[in-house]
């Protein structure tokens, strides 16, 4: 391995003399190719007009049979002549047929090298080309697509592939800048209000210490909504980030810790909480898992109406541990739901507290993510939704260990089914 410490740096911008390139690399072996393929035909030949039995059959066709002729000296001294004037002349066609060998083999080299200069630009002319219009890719330019012709080959295969990446790259910037620019509306606007808030309480000559106390109170609560919003950001991008520990979890334990400090007892609004927690053993980290089931819970409770009904569940099947919280409340269309998952967004015909942002189910779905869980989200059959997070099946190198997560004031995690009727 060559030590490149020791190699002098090589000055930015300047220009190379000799750039070994695909398309010379191809024309060389090319060449190559052919000149071995020649040099083996040409050893070939050579070898079958070397042991040809001309001067054999010559010697056969003059040679008589011995007897008693007083001439036979003469006669085989004749046949010994003609034996090597024979074998010169075949030594020499021999070196003619070698020599005029070899020149055509160069000539040819030098045409199939040339053929092949040309055959591999005419093959890596769509890879120039693709690389020509990459190379002026931007983020301001990602709608521009490669759009290779011509045949279905390997070629056209890797445009379209690279077209495919464009378009999810497109995607993401897109919802990068719509995060961005909400997030941005998000937390200027109570800003902007709560200065207005005391501008105006300021500008009153009259303002006593309860009204100004009010203002405080009204600011506040306006931070708290800022700190909230702050808080999930936050996690949505530690989410996004992936996991920096992992650990056994059990989503039962979990969802009871959050069922129990989430959900007051009775519910207000009337509404029915079932739970049937059955245990799930999981790998991941506890307090993402903690925060997707809260945040499932707290939208649930968010959007059902007064009078409706919230179930959840906890199961392993099919070997994967499996969240489900359902709700009741207004029928929500089947193509709408990717929009739900997505930072900022909410549903027109979702009525709910004002409490919330538009982040909690984008959080669970960054959850989920770095989990390698999936999501299925459905319309519930009496309107609301219905929600089921899948885990993957927990490693068998990492078996499940009793109290592998607590709640925050170190009391044991509750199981208990709170079942509350509506109100006559």
């Not at 501008?199 to 203002?215: G, Q």
């Not at 129990?260 to 207000?268: A, F, K, L, N, T």
């Not at 898992?289 to 059902?304: D, F, G, H, Q, W």
């Amino acid at each position: 391995m060559p030590d490149t410490a020791s190699e002098p740096a090589r000055a930015p911008g300047r220009p190379t003399l000799f750039r070994w390139s695909a398309r010379l690399r191809l024309t060389m072996l090319y060449g190559l190719l052919f000149l071995l393929s020649g040099a083996a035909l040409l050893a070939f030949t050579y070898l079958l007009v070397a042991r040809s039995p001309v001067a054999k059959a010559a010697k056969f066709t003059t040679r008589q049979e011995p007897g008693g002729n007083p001439d036979e000296p003469a006669l085989n001294r004749g046949i010994t002549d003609i034996e090597y004037l024979v074998s010169q002349q075949h030594e020499a066609e021999l070196r003619a047929l070698l020599t005029e060998s070899g020149i055509a083999l160069g000539v040819m080299t030098g045409v199939s090298v040339a053929l092949g200069w040309v055959m591999a630009g005419r093959v890596l002319r769509p890879v120039s080309e693709m690389a020509d219009k990459a190379r002026r890719l931007s983020e301001h330019n990602l709608h521009e697509r490669l759009a290779v012709t011509g045949p279905a080959d390997e070629l056209k295969g890797l445009g379209d592939t690279f077209d495919g990446l464009l378009s999810r790259l497109e995607a993401a910037f897109e919802a990068q800048r719509r995060f961005v620019a909400n997030a941005s509306h998000e937390l200027r606007t109570p800003l902007t209000l709560q200065r207005a808030t005391i501008e105006v309480e300021l500008s009153d000559p009259d303002a006593d210490a309860r009204s100004l106390r009010a203002v405080c109170e009204r600011v506040l609560a306006a931070g708290e909504n800022q700190e909230r919003l702050i808080e999930g950001l936050l996690t949505l991008a530690s989410s996004q980030r992936g996991l920096d520990r992992r650990g056994p979890v059990d989503l039962a334990e979990v969802t009871a810790v959050v069922v129990h400090e989430r959900c007051p007892d009775p519910p207000g609004n009337d509404l029915r909480i079932e739970t049937t927690l059955d245990a799930a053993d999981t790998y991941g980290d506890a307090r993402l898992v903690e925060r997707l089931v809260a945040n499932l819970i707290e939208n649930a409770l968010r959007y059902t109406p007064r009078g409706g009904w919230i179930k959840v569940s906890t199961s392993t099947r099919t070997g994967r541990p499996t969240l489900v919280v359902a709700n009741s409340g207004p029928e929500i269309p089947e193509d709408r739901l990717p929009a739900l998952f997505q930072p900022f967004q909410r549903l027109e015909s979702r009525v709910g507290t004002p409490d919330g942002h538009g982040l909690g189910l984008s959080i669970v779905a960054a959850v989920a993510t770095a989990h390698g869980a999936e999501i299925v989200a459905a319309p519930g059959e009496e309107g609301g939704l219905h929600l089921s997070v899948v885990f993957p099946r927990p490693p068998d190198t990492a078996p499940r260990k009793p109290g592998a997560f607590h709640r925050q004031d170190g009391r044991p995690p509750t199981q208990a089914v709170l079942s509350v009727p509506p109100a006559p």
